[in-house]
């Protein structure tokens, strides 16, 4: 396999069940991202890991909870998320987070909160 | 601060006809640029990037864009529309020195009539 990843592609769950998102990739970056796209809201950045270290967290509701087990993972856990949660989640990975590299992105997974 | 700003939220051309895609973009350092494009269901695939070398970048699929510094911008093009085409494109702009900060524009809808 080549490339980031994401599982599963759709998920649908209820306002009080924990589940997770997981994210792969096989480019060797150091650098991995969670994004959420909603419709007619510009792309927002939720968490940056480097070297499997946390390093940006943009004000996101406790309810998202990620964690990077190594260089190569990354995970969203979920639990007691709202309707407007409601997205398209996106993993993306980079080289690095020096300037001027591109990100490569993941599929996403398409979330619906009942 | 830097910023991204996507002029047009939809573009429709013929199949056949040229593209443009307008983007500006404010940056208080040296920026590297990007073009994305996302199809339905499908994450951002890299279509070209700008990081300080030739103005004129060529990417995939025929497209290019050119770097203009005096007027800030960044626009997208292709000579010939194909139906294939029809996607979203997002603008990005980055910091090229220093951690990575990264900015989306909004993005645009482009339709390819035929």
């Known amino acids: 396999e080549t490339g980031v990843t994401q599982t599963p592609r759709h998920l649908v769950m209820g306002m009080t069940n924990k589940k997770s998102l997981k994210c792969e990739q096989h480019?060797?970056?150091?650098?991995m991202y969670w994004y959420k796209q909603s419709a007619k809201k510009p792309l927002e950045l939720m968490f940056v890991?480097?070297?499997?270290?946390?390093?940006e967290n943009n004000s996101v509701p406790s309810r998202f909870s990620p964690e990077c087990p190594n260089s190569s993972h990354l995970f969203l856990h979920l639990h007691t998320l709202q309707p407007e949660d409601s997205a398209l989640y996106l993993c993306?990975?980079?080289?690095?987070?020096?300037?001027?590299?591109?990100?490569?992105f993941g599929d996403g997974t398409r979330l619906s909160i009942l | 601060a830097q910023s991204v700003t996507q002029l047009d939220s939809h573009v429709s051309v013929s199949e056949g006809t040229p593209v443009l895609l307008r983007c500006n973009y404010s940056?208080?350092?040296?920026?590297?640029l990007f073009w994305y494009v996302q199809h339905p269901n499908k994450g951002l695939q890299l279509l070209l990037k700008?990081?300080?070398?030739?103005?004129l970048v060529k990417g995939i699929n025929g497209f290019e864009a050119e770097f203009k510094k005096s007027e800030t911008s960044f626009h997208l093009t292709k000579p010939s529309a194909h139906m294939s085409d029809a996607a979203e494109y997002f603008c990005?702009?980055?910091?090229?020195?220093?951690?990575?900060?990264?900015?989306f524009g909004t993005g645009t809808k482009l339709q390819v009539i035929p």
């Open positions: 940056s208080s350092y040296s920026p590297s």
């Open positions: 480019l060797g970056h150091n650098a």
């Open positions: 700008y990081t300080s070398a030739a103005t």
């Open positions: 993306a990975s980079s080289q690095d987070r020096q300037g001027g590299q591109p990100q490569h």
């Open positions: 890991y480097s070297l499997e270290e946390r390093v």
């Open positions: 990005v702009v980055s910091f090229s020195g220093g951690y990575q900060k990264v900015t």
